[in-house]
């Protein structure tokens, strides 16, 4: 290691996003990493060998990923860094020009502080000409979010020692949350530090919300492992999935009893059910720019989003019956992989 160098190596699982090399010559510069690792995650590899121009400094590699998600995707990278520290970084972000003298200067803090992993500043940029849509407002989100792995920078001999990330996360949702909870479980400080970074809004189709409600499953994961504060724990905000459940039900109640022929209980299900689903879509579409598109989009997937979200975590809770967090482990064996 060179003496301008960071005691760090940097991890980015890829799925080959385009702005892949631009964020690799970014950490071309002063003070750089030890090492800059790439796991190359694509479920398929027909497209070939992931081409990427390599800067000599750090020394850059591109290792194959098992195509089971970015969690297991970082276990990869984490086995092979030598460094002291390892900082995840999404392959869709970029980084400040002094991103690499800011992180220089996040990690001294944390070493005086005692911390075992700190937290870079993520910033997404929404159109100025309009109101964001629900999509980009979710992705907005990431900037008020904790210990994501956007930008997250850790202590390795801590993450091996715990296990490294629980890979039956197979989406990049809630796994980074886990993480930090389990550290934070056995007593590891975790700290926000100054180092910035941008996450643009990617591209979404019309049903990318109705997607994400997969990620429920993720949530009753969490439940299974850490009870009901998981959320305290793993700093993940409340969100609907009661009213949803309140909505399905009114749902299905609604034409249960229209098929018994009671009417007058259907009826009240029904608008029950309505009033649920109006103010679901009315939240999605009052703060966004109300365009004919956007309107179409949240009322249709207002709809579906609730049943969806309820079946998602109930197969979850189902699935994970029994689950219990990732075992510590001494740092020399290495680290276990933890399948349901």
Not at 91 to 117: E, F, K, M, Y
Not at 282 to 296: D, F, W, Y
Request: glycine share 8%; with cysteine; hydrophobic share 45%.
């Amino acid at each position: 290691m060179t003496p301008d160098a960071l005691d760090c190596s940097v991890i980015i699982p890829t799925v080959g996003r385009p702005g892949l090399q631009a964020l690799v010559d970014a950490l071309a510069t002063p003070p750089t990493p030890r090492e800059v690792i790439v796991v190359d995650d694509r479920s398929t590899r027909r497209a070939g060998r992931l081409r990427l121009a390599a800067p000599d400094r750090p020394p850059t590699r591109v290792v194959a990923g098992p195509g089971r998600g970015p969690a297991a995707a970082r276990n990869v990278g984490l086995r092979l860094a030598r460094a002291a520290w390892v900082a995840f970084l999404d392959d869709d972000v970029r980084i400040d020009p002094q991103w690499t003298s800011q992180l220089a200067a996040d990690l001294a803090r944390a070493d005086t502080l005692g911390a075992a992993g700190v937290q870079g500043a993520l910033a997404v940029p929404l159109p100025s000409h309009r109101r964001p849509t629900d999509w980009e407002r979710q992705v907005a989100g990431l900037a008020a979010a904790a210990w994501v792995t956007a930008d997250m920078a850790y202590r390795r001999d801590v993450l091996v020692a715990l296990g490294g990330f629980d890979e039956r996360f197979t989406r990049a949702f809630r796994e980074d949350a886990e993480l930090a909870g389990r550290l934070r479980r056995h007593g590891y400080r975790l700290i926000r530090g100054h180092r910035r970074t941008t996450h643009p809004v990617g591209p979404a189709g019309f049903w990318v919300s109705v997607r994400r409600q997969a990620g429920n499953a993720d949530d009753a994961l969490l439940q299974r492992l850490y009870g009901p504060q998981w959320r305290k724990l793993c700093s993940v905000p409340p969100g609907r999935r009661r009213r949803h459940a309140l909505v399905t039900a009114a749902g299905a109640l609604a034409v249960v009893a229209w098929l018994a022929r009671a009417r007058r209980p259907a009826a009240l299900a029904a608008l029950a059910w309505l009033a649920g689903t109006a103010e679901f879509a009315a939240r999605r579409i009052l703060p966004g720019p109300r365009t004919p598109g956007e309107v179409v989009t949240m009322a249709v997937t207002s709809v579906a989003i609730p049943p969806l979200a309820v079946g998602h975590y109930l197969r979850g809770w189902l699935r994970h019956r029994g689950a219990r967090p990732v075992p510590a482990v001494r740092a020399s064996t290495g680290m276990v992989e933890v399948r349901a």
